[in-house]
C-alpha cells in the first residue's frame, strides 16, 4: 500500500518537523523525534508507534508527551507564527492541549481543543476564543493555528479552510503573541501538568511566521491521501 504526497509543504520558516511517517527509525526505536535544527526531542511514559496511516504516534491521555527538553523559542512578539498538527482524537470532549512550554506568559500555551473545538485562551484578560467546527471522534485532521505579524489577529483552520468562531475579530494583545514550545501532547501551568492528548498525532510543523492561506492549503494537499481524506 503507498500513498501520494501531492505537492511539497510549505518549507519557509519550518523551525520544528515531526513526522512519524517519514523517519524509518520510529518502529524501531519509538523513543526520538527531531525538530529541522536537529534538536532531539524525548518521547516519555509509554508513547506507543502504531503503523495506522503510515505511522503516527499514540497518546494515552493519561501521562504521555513529547519533550523537548527545554523551551524552545520558535518566534518572539509580533513576529508571526504557525503550529499545524495532523491528529485524531479519541475523546473530543475533553480538554486536551496540542502543545505547551515552562514559559507560559504567551497565548500560544494553551493551543487546545476544549468543547470539540480549536481554542487558543486569550492571555489578558482571560477567556477562550474558539474554532467554529466541532471535531468528532476518530476522524482525522489537519488543525492549523496562526498569529500573524504584529499579534493582534489570529486565524484558524481545519483541512485546509479558514475557520469561523469567536477567535475572528478578537482583541489580541500584542504583549502575549510570541510562541514557545517544550511539550506536544500536555498543558503545564505552575509546575503542573494536565490536559493530556489522547489519541494519535503522526505530523507536528512549527512555523516562525504566519503561513498564508494558499501555504496551509498546500501542507493539506501534500498529506491528506496519508489520511484518506
Request: glycine share 8%; aromatic share 16%; with cysteine.
Amino acid at each position: 500500500m503507498s500513498f501520494s504526497r501531492g505537492p511539497l509543504i510549505t518549507t519557509d520558516g519550518l523551525s520544528i518537523l515531526i513526522d512519524v511517517g517519514n523517519d524509518k527509525s520510529y518502529p524501531n526505536t519509538g523513543i526520538q523525534a527531531l525538530d529541522i535544527a536537529g534538536k532531539n526531542s524525548v518521547v516519555i511514559n509509554g508513547i506507543t508507534y502504531t503503523d495506522n496511516n503510515f505511522g503516527s504516534f499514540n497518546f494515552d491521555g493519561t501521562n504521555d508527551y513529547i519533550d523537548f527538553g527545554s523551551d524552545i523559542i520558535v518566534s518572539p512578539d509580533e513576529q508571526g507564527w504557525t503550529a499545524e498538527y495532523w491528529f485524531r482524537t479519541t475523546s473530543s470532549t475533553k480538554l486536551q492541549h496540542f502543545n505547551s512550554a515552562e514559559n507560559d506568559e504567551f497565548n500560544a500555551n494553551w493551543l487546545a481543543i476544549y468543547n470539540q473545538k480549536l481554542a487558543v485562551w486569550n492571555r489578558n484578560p482571560g477567556y477562550w476564543r474558539y474554532g467554529s467546527t466541532l471535531i468528532q471522534n476518530n476522524v482525522w485532521y489537519q488543525a492549523v493555528f496562526v498569529c500573524d505579524e504584529g499579534g493582534i489577529n489570529y486565524r484558524f483552520y481545519i483541512n485546509g479552510e479558514r475557520e469561523g468562531g469567536s477567535h475572528v475579530d478578537n482583541e489580541w494583545n500584542p504583549i502575549y503573541s510570541s510562541f514557545e514550545i517544550r511539550y506536544v501532547g500536555r498543558y503545564e501551568y505552575n509546575n503542573s501538568y494536565s490536559r493530556y492528548f489522547i489519541g494519535e498525532i503522526p505530523i507536528v510543523k512549527i512555523y516562525n511566521r504566519s503561513l498564508s492561506d494558499s501555504e496551509i492549503l498546500k501542507n493539506y494537499e501534500a498529506n491528506k491521501s496519508r489520511f484518506l481524506i
